[in-house]
């Protein structure tokens, strides 16, 4: 497929989501600069425990299909550090699983936490002359000038896992999770709790962050409608399990009353209950602390089953499948119905979960 043919399909396909579609809107801090790597994703490996549990749900290898002029769609993948956390080492690997030769793909990929360093690797990506470009950004905004270069190569633009504050005409699709709700269903279940006070440790992503945003958000709202709900502390970990530790210990040792821990992802939760633990402060089911985490890894689910957090909010990593129909749509001059495509999610109450939500929803 040359060049000149994808950029006039991209061009008819950009035109018809903008009649069709709807409006939309992690464990260290050293980030991995942004590399790309020569490397195709037929050539990575799996390295990891939770790589090789990457669901069935994904469906990569019954969804993909080969061009069929037998020329390879290149494509250029940019995405968060793989080490931040389960959910995103979850997430490159249905990305990995996908985008294979097998599966009619010559996909590179390049990763980091700072947009800069993710904004150079795009210009790269472009430069390349890559057919699509395949975002998860670190932050949401800084993105217009790099998008529109890509759209000036005749390079299509798909959004995945984050949203960005950038005009729709810029990309394709963004298939994404509703960050939004998933803080609204999270500050929903904990009001529910009926508590005569609340007072918060909350322990944030990285800033800017759609997932931060989202989670925050609706937190932030409520705090302020409600004189009964207060926050202790409000800092960044940064998706960090041993940042979010020494936040909590720093409340502790200051001799503050808290009773809720509010940690935007699991591994900042599993830090702060490592502080709670050290302290013998009880935490969990009919304890001293509410614990609350993000993104349902097995591991997180489990201590919900045991009864030791009380809350984890879904956060579907599986999006390659959705990514790939986009790509085919296209290449075969099909009309694209949707600019936003929302994944359905759920929140899970550890006097509710079940040994089967473990099995279906943990990453």
Request: hydrophobic share 40%; proline share 1%; net charge negative.
């Amino acid at each position: 497929m040359k060049k000149r043919t994808i950029a006039l399909m991209l061009t008819a396909a950009m035109a018809a989501a903008s009649l069709t579609g709807c409006g939309g809107g992690s464990s260290t801090s050293e980030t991995t600069a942004a590399q790309t790597q020569a490397t195709t994703a037929a050539q990575a490996e799996t390295t990891t425990a939770a790589q090789e549990e990457v669901p069935a749900e994904s469906e990569a290898e019954e969804a993909a299909a080969p061009v069929s002029d037998g020329e390879l769609i290149k494509v250029g993948i940019i995405n968060n550090d793989p080490n931040e956390s389960g959910y995103r080492t979850a997430n490159d690997a249905d990305l990995k699983k996908m985008f294979t030769k097998e599966n009619g793909y010559d996909a590179s990929f390049a990763y980091s936490l700072k947009n800069d360093e993710q904004i150079t690797a795009a210009q790269k990506f472009i430069q390349d002359e890559v057919d699509f470009l395949l975002l998860s950004a670190a932050d949401t905004s800084g993105w217009d000038s790099v998008l529109q270069d890509a759209n000036d190569a005749g390079i299509g633009v798909i959004l995945f896992d984050r949203t960005i504050d950038a005009s729709e005409d810029l990309y394709l699709a963004s298939i994404v999770s509703d960050m939004d709700k998933e803080g609204e269903t999270a500050v929903n279940w904990l009001a529910g709790q009926g508590l005569d006070s609340y007072n918060i440790i909350h322990i944030q992503g990285v800033m800017g962050s759609a997932a931060q945003q989202g989670r925050t958000g609706a937190l932030d709202a409520k705090v302020a409608a409600e004189d009964s709900w207060t926050l202790v502390t409000q800092q960044t970990a940064e998706w960090n399990s041993e940042k979010a530790q020494q936040i909590v210990q720093s409340v502790i040792d200051s001799g503050t009353e808290f009773n809720v821990i509010y940690a935007e992802n699991d591994d900042m939760a599993k830090g702060a209950v490592a502080a709670l633990d050290k302290a013998n402060i009880s935490h969990g089911v009919g304890k001293d602390v509410i614990v609350m985490g993000f993104d349902c890894n097995k591991w997180a689910l489990q201590e919900l089953l045991a009864g030791n957090w009380n809350y984890d909010g879904q956060c579907n990593p599986f999006q390659a499948t959705y990514i790939d129909k986009v790509i085919k749509q296209v290449m075969s001059g099909e009309e694209l119905t949707e600019k936003t495509i929302i994944m359905d999610e759920k929140g899970f109450d550890a006097e509710e979960i079940t040994e089967d939500d473990v099995n279906t929803y943990g990453i």
